[in-house]
């Protein structure tokens, strides 16, 4: 039996921070046209280009107070004018923020309705989920709207633990690293993952080598996200413009 789906958008939102090192804005925009076969609109920080007075303090109260519990408190002084500077465009890194809140914070709903949202943000964000001890650092949230850390491509995917006991022996894999000029491909990458959480609720494939599998390890992050080619399964499913 066959079955369409509607498509809940006709067009993607692509906001970008501008002040992430090496990403190249219309390289991930036009490899998601290709795929997709929609518009992509490309658009700057989320946070910057709906900033209010109230910015700030709202963006600070999504910070992580407790890596063990999902509380949080209001923001001090000090937190509130960090974000000021972030906004200004000062890069501060190591601030980890509730990625569930922060998307909320970000929601628009008349955006919402015709558009899928993406928002590429160098802000670290984390989720705690039921079951899990702690917070895990995630490159990725499926969210309206959806949001992808390039901190977090860096810093959520785990190296493998020689990496971290000081292993000076050789190392065949080349981890992705900050201003990495292989970050935009992993953008393409969980950007798509959002786009097939959106249209089917299930954002991840099974096979190793296609970007939607989903990467635990900095090695899977390379042969999937950055060096993978979609497989025949998702590739005809991401193709939106004739359905
Ligand atoms: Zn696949």
Redesign the pocket.
């Known amino acids: 039996m066959s079955y369409s789906v509607e498509i809940p958008f006709r067009q993607i939102i692509l906001h970008i921070d501008e002040t992430i090192e090496g990403l190249d804005a219309n390289y991930i925009a036009s490899g998601l046209h290709e795929i997709t076969g929609i518009n992509i609109i490309v658009k700057g920080d989320i946070f910057r280009e709906y900033s209010r007075e109230s910015t700030p303090e709202e963006i600070a109260s999504t910070r992580i107070a407790d890596v063990k519990s999902r509380v949080f408190r209001s923001p001090l002084p000090v937190e509130i004018d960090i974000e000021k500077k972030i906004l200004a465009g000062k890069n501060i890194r190591g601030i980890i923020y509730d990625g569930w809140k922060l998307s909320r914070m970000m929601y628009l709903p008349e955006k919402n309705s015709k558009y899928h949202m993406i928002a590429v943000t160098p802000r670290l964000m984390g989720t705690l989920e039921k079951g899990d001890a702690r917070y895990h650092i995630r490159a990725v949230l499926n969210s309206i709207p959806s949001i992808i850390s390039t901190d977090g491509i860096v810093e959520g995917p785990a190296r493998p633990r020689s990496y971290y006991i000081g292993n000076e022996g050789p190392c065949d894999v080349n981890y992705m690293r900050y201003g990495d000029e292989r970050m935009s491909k992993a953008i393409i990458s969980y950007a798509l993952q959002t786009v097939m959480w959106r249209i089917t609720g299930v954002p991840f494939?099974?096979?190793r080598g296609?970007?939607?599998?989903n990467s635990h390890w900095q090695e899977e992050l390379i042969d999937s996200q950055v060096e993978g080619r979609?497989?025949?399964?998702?590739r005809p499913k991401l193709y939106l413009s004739s359905r």
């Open positions: 494939c099974s096979r296609c970007p939607l599998y979609l497989c025949e399964e998702h």
